[in-house]
C-alpha cells in the first residue's frame, strides 16, 4: 500500500511546438514539482487584479466589515461551494499599517500563494484591524513568515486584541512551509538541483547537459509559503468589535504576511455519555504522556461493548497510526479535542515503502479485507510532517474503510489529510476541514464505489485539493459535491483520472498556483478509462487557469489531458462558472508523444458562465470534438476558440471540431467567442497567446 505513485523518468529536453508547447515529457503524478516562473526570463509574470492600497482598505473597513467567499463576495457563488460556519475576511480589506502586496499570479511569490492574489504584510509593530461580521469566539489566521537562512523555520507569536484589549499571543512557526526545488523537494533553501539531468523552463535547458553551465538563483523554486493557525478568544465577541492582529515590536520575525482571518461562534464542547472515555483506560488529555496504548485499549473495548469511544476535550499525543475497524469514535469537537503527534522514524523501512509513522487513524489494509462500519467525528488531528516522502504513510486518515463515516474532522500539518487505498465501498466524507498538507487533501484512490465527498473544506495543499485515481480499479458512482478548495500550491483543485461514472458538483475552487487549476480530467497515471459518464455540474471556479512550467503554456480553468488512452465517455459539463481566468476558460489537450494516437471526444458544455480570461474561452490542442449550447461569455482577451488540433495544419483545418446548438453568445477583444468562421474546426492557433488581464467578476 503507498501513498502516492512511483517517480517515473524526469522531462526529455525541448523539442518542436506542439499540444502542450516543447515536447517535452511530463513528470508523472509523483513527479509534478513546484516551479518558479521568472517573468525576466519567460515573460509570463502575470499580475491580473489590482490590490487596494492600505489607505483604501483602510477606508473600505471603516465603511463595514467585507465578508468574501473565496475572496470574491459570497454572492457569485451562492450554493456552491461548502456549507461553513466561519465569516472569510481578507487582510488587503481590512484596515492596516502594514503593506497591501500588490496582486500577483506570478509563483512563487507571497501575493501567488495568497487567497484572492494579495495579502498584508507587516513589519514589526505594525498591524491588521478586522471588523467582525458577526459574534465570534474564535479565528483562524492564514500567515506566513520568513524561512530561517538555512531552513528550519522561524518562529514569533503575533498578538490578538479585540477592541484594544484582552491580548492572547498567537503561535506563528514557518516550519510547516517553505519547501524548495524540484520533486520530490527539500528544506534547504541552499540545495543544488536535485536533479540536474532534468530540463528546466529557467533556463530552457538541460543544466548538467549545458556549457557553460547556467547559474540556476538559489533559492531555488521556494513555496508552499503560508501556514494556519487557529485561536479560541478569551470569551465571545459582538459583530463590530475589532479584532486586531499585531506584530509586536521586537518580533524575531522580520515580516509577517497575514493573508486572512476566518472568525466563527464555536459551540460548547459536545459530551457523549454512553460511550468509552478514553481517559479511564489511561489516555492523558495534557498531552504530556503518549496516549496511542490506551487509546488502543479504549477502542477494543468500545468494540466489545458495542459503544462509542469518547474523545473528551484535551490534547492526546499519538504519535504512530491508530487501527480502527468496526468502532465509532467521537470527539467534543474539532476546536477542543486534538490528536497530536510527532513523525517518528522506523527502524527499518515497512513493507509498504514507509520510513516514518505519524499520527493517523487508518483502516486495515484493503488486501486484508479493509476495515468496515467505521464513524470518525468531532475531533482534530495534528500531524508534524514537514517533507514529501511519497511512500510514507503519514496521512491523517488512511487504509480502507467500507459502510464508513468521516465527518466532521479538522486535519492539519500531516501529509495527506485523507488518503484511502481501496477496493472499499459506501464511504462518505463529509464536512472536515483540511489544510496545509504537503501532498494532496483527499484521495480516493483504487477501486473507491459508492462513495461521497460533500461539504469539506481544503486549504494550501501541496498537490491536488480533492482526487478520485482509477489505478489498476476504476473508482465508480463517485459524487464529490459542494466542497470547496482554495490554494492548491501543486496540480489541481479537483482532479479526477479515470473511473466509472463520476459526478463533480457544486463545488468552490480558487487560486490554484500552479502546473494544474481548478477542474480537471485526465487519463493519466495508470488511470482506468473514463466509462458511463463523467458530469461537472453548477462548480464556480476563481481566478483559476495556471501556468504549466514544463510545458509552457497557461491551462484552462478545467482541462482535460489524453495522455494514456482515449476519453471517449459521456463528458458533460452543466451550469459551470468560470470567474477571472488567468489564461484559458476550457483546455483540451493531448501530450505531444501521443497526439496523434489519443482523442478527446464528445465533449459536451451547456448553461456555463465564463467571466473573464486572459486568453480564449476554448484552447483545443488535441484531436477529438467538443459542442457548446447556451455558453455565454465576457471580458473574453484573445480568440474565442484557440484551435491548434494536432499541430499538422493541413489545409481539412484542425484535428478537433466544435459544434455550436445554439444559444452562445458573448465574447470580448476579438468579438463574439463563438463566431461562425470558427466552425467546425478552423485553424485559430496561437501557441502562447499574450494575456489581456480580465475584470474582475461581477453579478451577471
Known amino acids: 500500500m503507498t501513498s502516492a505513485a512511483v517517480p517515473a523518468s524526469p522531462p526529455s529536453p525541448a523539442g518542436p511546438v506542439g499540444p502542450v508547447g516543447p515536447a517535452r515529457r511530463v513528470p508523472s503524478r509523483a513527479t509534478r514539482a513546484g516551479s518558479v516562473v521568472v517573468a525576466s526570463v519567460l515573460g509570463l509574470g502575470v499580475a491580473l487584479c489590482g490590490a487596494p492600497t492600505a489607505r483604501a482598505a483602510a477606508s473600505s473597513a471603516a465603511g463595514g466589515p467585507a465578508v468574501t467567499r473565496a475572496g470574491i463576495d459570497p454572492a457569485l457563488s451562492a450554493d456552491r461551494g461548502a456549507p461553513v460556519d466561519f465569516q472569510e475576511q481578507e487582510a488587503e480589506r481590512a484596515a492596516t499599517t502594514g503593506s497591501v502586496l500588490a496582486a500577483d499570479r506570478t509563483a512563487y511569490t507571497l501575493a501567488a500563494e495568497a487567497s484572492g492574489r494579495s495579502a498584508v504584510k507587516l513589519a514589526p509593530g505594525q498591524y491588521v484591524e ?56 527539500t528544506n534547504d533553501p541552499n540545495a543544488g538541483l536535485l536533479h540536474p539531468d532534468w530540463w528546466i523552463t529557467e533556463c530552457g535547458c538541460v543544466p548538467a547537459a549545458t556549457t557553460p553551465a547556467p547559474t540556476i538563483a538559489k533559492p531555488f523554486r521556494p513555496g508552499h509559503a503560508y501556514d494556519e493557525q487557529r485561536l479560541l478568544l478569551d470569551r465571545t465577541h459582538r459583530a463590530g468589535d475589532k479584532v486586531r492582529l499585531t506584530l509586536p515590536s521586537g518580533s524575531k520575525a522580520p515580516w509577517a504576511a497575514i493573508d486572512l482571518l476566518d472568525s466563527e461562534l464555536v459551540a460548547a464542547p459536545q459530551v457523549v455519555a454512553r460511550a468509552v472515555d478514553v481517559r479511564v483506560l489511561g489516555a492523558d488529555p495534557t498531552g504530556r504522556r503518549d496516549s496511542a496504548d490506551a487509546l488502543d485499549r479504549a477502542i477494543a473495548l468500545a468494540k466489545l461493548l458495542r459503544v462509542p469511544v469518547y474523545l473528551p476535550p484535551g490534547v492526546f499525543q499519538v504519535d504512530r497510526h491508530l487501527v480502527v475497524d468496526d468502532v465509532t469514535v467521537v470527539g467534543a469537537g474539532s476546536w477542543y479535542t486534538v490528536l497530536k503527534g510527532s513523525q517518528k522514524a522506523l527502524s527499518a523501512p515497512a513493507p509498504d515503502g514507509s520510513v516514518h509513522t505519524g499520527v493517523g487513524l487508518y483502516g486495515k489494509d484493503a488486501a486484508h479485507g479493509g476495515s468496515h462500519d467505521v464513524h470518525l467525528s468531532g475531533f482534530a488531528i495534528e500531524g508534524d510532517v514537514r517533507e514529501r516522502i511519497d511512500t510514507d504513510q503519514v496521512n491523517g486518515v488512511g487504509g480502507a474503510f467500507s459502510d464508513s463515516t468521516i465527518e466532521n474532522l479538522y486535519i492539519h500539518h500531516t501529509k495527506v489529510g485523507i488518503w484511502l487505498d481501496g477496493p472499499m465501498r459506501n464511504l462518505r466524507i463529509t464536512g472536515n476541514r483540511i489544510a496545509d498538507q504537503i501532498a494532496d487533501g483527499i484521495n480516493l484512490h483504487t477501486g473507491v464505489t459508492d462513495a461521497v465527498v460533500r461539504g469539506n473544506f481544503v486549504r494550501n495543499t501541496g498537490d491536488d485539493g480533492i482526487a478520485l485515481w482509477s489505478e489498476k480499479t476504476a473508482d465508480a458512482r463517485v459524487v464529490v459535491d459542494r466542497n470547496t478548495v482554495q490554494s492548491p500550491t501543486l496540480a489541481n483543485g479537483i482532479a479526477v483520472y479515470g473511473g466509472t461514472d463520476i459526478t463533480v458538483s457544486g463545488n468552490l475552487v480558487a487560486d490554484p498556483v500552479r502546473e494544474g487549476s481548478g477542474l480537471h480530467a485526465g487519463s493519466r497515471f495508470g488511470a482506468e478509462p473514463f466509462a458511463g459518464y463523467l458530469h461537472f455540474t453548477d462548480n464556480t471556479t476563481v481566478r483559476a487557469g495556471t501556468y504549466e512550467l514544463n510545458w509552457n503554456i497557461g491551462l484552462g480553468a478545467i482541462w482535460f489531458e489524453v495522455l494514456d488512452r482515449d476519453i471517449d465517455a459521456d463528458v458533460r459539463v452543466t451550469g459551470d462558472h468560470y470567474l477571472d481566468s488567468t489564461y484559458n476558460a476550457i483546455m483540451a489537450v493531448a501530450d505531444w508523444g501521443v497526439k496523434d494516437r489519443y482523442r478527446l471526444a464528445k465533449l459536451a458544455f451547456e448553461d456555463v458562465l465564463v467571466d473573464g480570461t486572459g486568453t480564449s474561452v476554448l484552447s483545443a490542442r488535441t484531436a477529438g470534438s467538443a459542442s457548446f449550447r447556451n455558453v455565454r461569455a465576457r471580458n473574453v482577451g484573445a480568440v474565442g476558440v484557440n484551435n491548434c488540433g494536432t499541430f499538422h495544419f493541413t489545409p481539412a483545418g484542425s484535428e478537433f471540431s466544435v459544434t455550436d446548438l445554439g444559444g452562445n453568445s458573448g465574447g470580448g477583444t476579438t468579438g463574439d467567442w463563438l463566431a461562425a468562421w470558427e466552425l467546425p474546426n478552423t485553424l485559430t492557433c496561437d501557441d502562447r497567446p499574450p494575456v489581456v488581464p480580465p475584470p474582475a467578476p461581477s453579478p451577471w
Not at 145 to 174: E, H
Open 130 to 185: 478586522f471588523t467582525l461580521p458577526r459574534d465570534a469566539n474564535a479565528i483562524t489566521v492564514r500567515y506566513s513568515l520568513p524561512d530561517a537562512p538555512d531552513g528550519g523555520g522561524t518562529t514569533a507569536p503575533l498578538d490578538v486584541t479585540v477592541n484594544g484589549k484582552g491580548r492572547q499571543a498567537l503561535p506563528m512557526t514557518s516550519s510547516f512551509s517553505w519547501l524548495y526545488n524540484q520533486y520530490p523537494f
